[in-house]
């Protein structure tokens, strides 16, 4: 399976941004899709997973309230809503499928599929 994100680019702070990406034949319809990003010089971090199986959504707190995922059927396409974008938003964001474990939304390790990853830049 491969997925590919896209969507990414250069915002000012408070803009917004909708990132991509591209799920071949329709598999979250069963697994979970995360998005992740890596910040220059940190770890690779955990944005928010949603499970339209499970039909449950995880966010972490730095972007509840400001992130959403949702997707299209038509498109086979998951999104990542981003608003009110903040400097510290700035990374290289990937989306991945969890096609492993039972927790939620589990750790890296469980997500076997992943996008190559696009860049989000936030200005001050």
């Known amino acids: 399976v491969q997925l590919q994100a896209s969507g990414g680019g250069l915002v000012q702070t408070g803009g917004s941004l909708r990132l991509s990406c591209a799920v071949p034949g329709r598999t979250f319809d069963n697994y979970p899709v995360g998005w992740f990003r890596r910040a220059p010089g940190k770890e690779r971090e955990v944005v928010g997973v949603?499970?339209?199986?499970?039909?449950?959504?995880y966010y972490a707190d730095s972007v509840k309230g400001r992130f959403t995922i949702s997707r299209s059927n038509a498109e086979n396409t998951v999104y990542l809503q981003m608003s009110n974008l903040k400097p510290e938003d700035t990374a290289v964001y990937y989306c991945?499928?969890?096609?492993?474990?039972?927790?939620?939304?589990?750790?890296?390790?469980?997500?076997?599929?992943w996008g190559q990853g696009t860049q989000v830049t936030v200005s001050s």
């Open positions: 949603f499970s339209w199986s499970g039909n449950r959504e």
């Open positions: 991945a499928l969890k096609a492993y474990g039972r927790r939620f939304p589990g750790p890296l390790s469980d997500y076997n599929y």
